[in-house]
């Protein structure tokens, strides 16, 4: 994406007004990603500001996180993109050498610290048959794993609003039943620990899908999540047009026909695998939050956000 990355985004003033608005809509958790979000000048202050009203995540590259230490002191939780133990390969895989160095002086400074951060890889052919080697070493540091799936843009919408990515055959996961004995290996390690940030659900999910190319779940895109770009348009995954061009305009749309029809659209669409679409739409309920937190993972940081006069009701509109 970096390669992509427009120069125009929003103001600080405009951002805030973004997040008030989010907040009345009764959105529990925001998560800044990029590009790289570390880059805005301003970030400190949003991140301040976003942590009084959201479970707020910050994804990085590790290049700019130490940098922004004090900012991200702000976030309930910071995760840094590491696919490998193997520092030419991830380089390679990241497309910028020195990648691996940043990422673990990040991740290592960061947890010193005492900043709730997480290594995040993204599980791919490349990897496949490291990630229990790779889960197992930062889990012995006390550091979480939180996990993405190889997956890339197969659908184009004229203004859809980012990309991530094109295919790539060296990254595509080929080896299905492979991948389906990690899922199991990875619930095996997760009875044991809680720092495994994947739910057994999920897993079990992925598993069904390589063994069977059958989905479990329905999209709950602009229903349980929404992506919101650096302009601020608004559209229920970022493969799609968007509902709403700025983010000043989404409550008039939030409940109007048109993005009711959209939802029933989504939710027959099997058009992308993206890991962090199928949380959402696995866990986004109200009770999905519940049992995401008897899985003591970090949303259940949501329940000591919410204010105690709205307990969670809200929660049922996101």
């Excluded at 790289?36 to 995540?57: H, K, M, Q, W």
């Excluded at 990241?94 to 960061?110: D, N, P, Q």
């Excluded at 044991?192 to 079990?204: G, P, Q, W, Y």
Aim: glycine share 4%.
């Amino acid at each position: 994406m970096w390669r992509e990355q427009d120069v125009k985004e929003l103001s600080t003033d405009d951002v805030k007004k973004g997040l008030d608005i989010l907040k009345e809509l009764g959105v529990i958790e925001i998560v800044f990603s990029g590009g790289n979000p570390l880059l805005r000048d301003d970030i400190d202050e949003i991140l301040e500001y976003a942590s009084r009203f959201f479970v707020t995540t910050v994804y990085d590259n590790g290049s700019m996180a130490v940098k922004k230490i004090d900012a991200l002191r702000c976030a309930d939780f910071v995760a840094i993109s590491l696919d490998t133990l193997d520092s030419e390969k991830n380089d390679f895989a990241k497309g910028v050498e020195g990648s691996w160095k940043s990422a673990m002086h990040a991740i290592e400074t960061l947890h010193k610290e005492g900043i709730s951060v997480g290594v995040s890889p993204t599980i791919s052919q490349l990897n496949l048959h490291e990630i229990i080697d790779f889960t197992n070493y930062f889990l012995k540091k006390e550091i979480p794993v939180w996990y993405c799936l190889y997956s890339y843009d197969n659908l184009v919408d004229s203004a859809q609003v980012f990309k991530i990515g094109r295919k790539n055959d060296e990254l595509q996961i080929v080896e299905k039943e492979a991948m389906a004995e990690l899922c199991d290996q990875l619930i095996d390690i997760k009875r044991k620990d809680s720092n495994v940030l994947i739910t057994a659900k999920i897993l079990r999910a992925m598993k069904s899908l390589f063994l069977t190319d059958e989905r479990t779940w329905k999209c709950r895109a602009l229903q349980n999540f929404f992506v919101i770009d650096h302009l601020g348009r608004v559209a229920g995954c970022h493969l799609r047009n968007p509902v709403a061009s700025s983010i000043f305009d989404l409550p008039k749309v939030w409940n109007s026909p048109q993005s009711n029809a959209l939802r029933k659209t989504y939710r027959e669409c099997a058009g992308c695998v993206y890991l962090c679409y199928i949380f959402y739409s696995l866990h986004g309920s109200v009770l999905g939050n519940l049992q995401v937190a008897q899985e003591k993972w970090k949303s259940a940081k949501l329940l000591l956000k919410k204010d105690a006069t709205k307990p969670l009701s809200l929660a049922k509109q996101r």
